[in-house]
């Protein structure tokens, strides 16, 4: 696992743009696996930007999705349908048919995840997923408790995170749906490179957890610890609860030019 210490929630996108762009630009017909939420918003601005000034070619590119809210349609604008097309897929060169997002309203949830991680799979796997983390170390909406081994399934959602998704659905709890369909632990830890992005000092303690912690399932996040290729961007006050803070950044400012993306 590599930690990457930035300033700024900008400047630590921005490392991660460039990491996704060398990416695409080596392999046109890169597999991408992508999050919803505030975290990657920066991410996705800066390769719209990389698209549009650059003419980063996202026109071979394959995309899968690591969750969706269960009973929300694409058309809902909480959905994370919208979410994507509002900040990415409507400004990027990305092939409808070539993006894939768990559908919220199947009818048959056990057949639609097993279809799920077989078109991952008919794709060649996903080669760099991106992630964020909730306060208590969940990934994706793999909840504290989830098998490391799991793979696309029905989750509950858990009180904490109910209540911190409600800012999108007027500060209310009650009104986040309970379930959804999200990649499993097992799924994430198949990607050929993790990228996991936190911002602020309310990601700290989960940040420490995941990096310096205990591999436990109780933080579900600490499993990357054992990915081979993890890298974790976050800006200075979500590093405040780092013991190494100090070395991690020694490193990164160390290394060698060519290996710093």
Not at 102 to 110: H, I
Not at 112 to 118: A, K, Q, T, V
Not at 123 to 134: P, R, S
Request: aromatic residues 8%; proline residues 7%; charged residues 20%.
């Amino acid at each position: 696992m590599e930690v990457i210490i930035h300033d700024t929630p900008q400047d630590a996108a921005s490392t991660g743009a460039r990491m996704v762009a060398r990416l695409v630009r080596e392999k046109p017909h890169a597999v991408l696996g992508l999050a919803t939420g505030g975290t990657p918003l920066p991410l996705y601005r800066e390769l719209v930007r990389l698209h549009r000034e650059e003419g980063l070619d996202f026109s071979r590119v394959t995309t899968f999705n690591l969750d969706e809210y269960l009973g929300l349609g694409p058309g809902h604008p909480q959905s994370y349908h919208h979410f994507m097309r509002e900040h990415l897929f409507d400004h990027l060169n990305i092939p409808a048919e070539n993006t894939h997002i768990p559908d919220g309203m199947t009818p048959d949830v056990p057949a639609f995840c097993r279809d799920y991680e077989r078109r991952i799979a008919e794709a060649g796997g996903i080669d760099l997923q991106i992630l964020g983390i909730g306060s208590d170390g969940h990934i994706g909406f793999n909840e504290p408790g989830s098998s490391f081994a799991s793979r696309t399934r029905i989750k509950t959602l858990a009180r904490e995170t109910l209540h911190d998704n409600a800012r999108f659905f007027n500060d209310d709890p009650a009104k986040v749906p309970h379930h959804c369909i999200t990649m499993g632990i097992g799924t994430i830890m198949d990607a050929r490179c993790v990228l996991l992005l936190a911002f602020g000092s309310g990601k700290a303690e989960a940040i420490a957890g995941m990096v310096e912690g205990p591999v436990t399932a109780s933080l579900p996040a600490s499993i990357l610890q054992h990915h081979p290729t993890a890298k974790v961007l976050i800006d200075s006050p979500a590093a405040t609860a780092l013991h190494r803070a100090d070395y991690y950044r020694w490193v990164y400012e160390n290394k060698p030019a060519w290996q710093r993306e």
